[in-house]
């Protein structure tokens, strides 16, 4: 039987990933992602980069991983949307970015739409 435990330096660079996609670091997350992390990565919550990247506001390190391949319309475990979480969180620039990439305002549960609509923020998605 062999030892499955995953790389401790892969997952040191996961976390480090994680982290710049948090705090906006678009230069060196899109260094990572050139040298071979996966675009779509995840979190232990099924968060990928892009979700939060988008979730915490920062439109350059979202603008990166889309021309990079990432999944807008790619759920994290609970069923939430990076758009959904855009909208949640009130960040326009990076709702309209995510709409020109081809995010699906009717992914997830609940949905962008269904969230603009429980913030009173319907206008945003037209």
């Known amino acids: 039987m062999t030892d499955a435990s995953p790389d401790p330096a892969l997952v ?42 988008a979730y915490h506001g ?14 807008v319309n790619r759920l994290n475990d609970r069923g939430q949307s990076p758009l959904a979480g855009a909208v949640f969180k009130g960040e326009d620039t990076i709702v309209w970015v995510l709409l020109e990439a081809g995010a699906d305002v009717d992914a997830g549960s609940p949905s962008a739409a269904q969230t603009a609509e429980l913030f009173g923020q319907g206008d945003l998605l037209r």
């Not at 994680?18 to 675009?39: E, I, K, Q, S």
């Not at 920062?58 to 999944?71: N, T, Y």
């Open 58 to 71: 920062h439109a350059s390190a979202v603008k990166a991983l889309i021309e990079r391949g990432a999944d």
């Open 12 to 53: 040191e660079i996961g976390h480090a990933c994680a982290d710049f996609a948090r705090t906006g670091d678009a230069d060196r997350l899109a260094a990572y992602v050139d040298r071979g992390v996966p675009v779509d990565l995840t979190d232990a919550s099924g968060n990928t980069l892009l979700m939060l990247a």
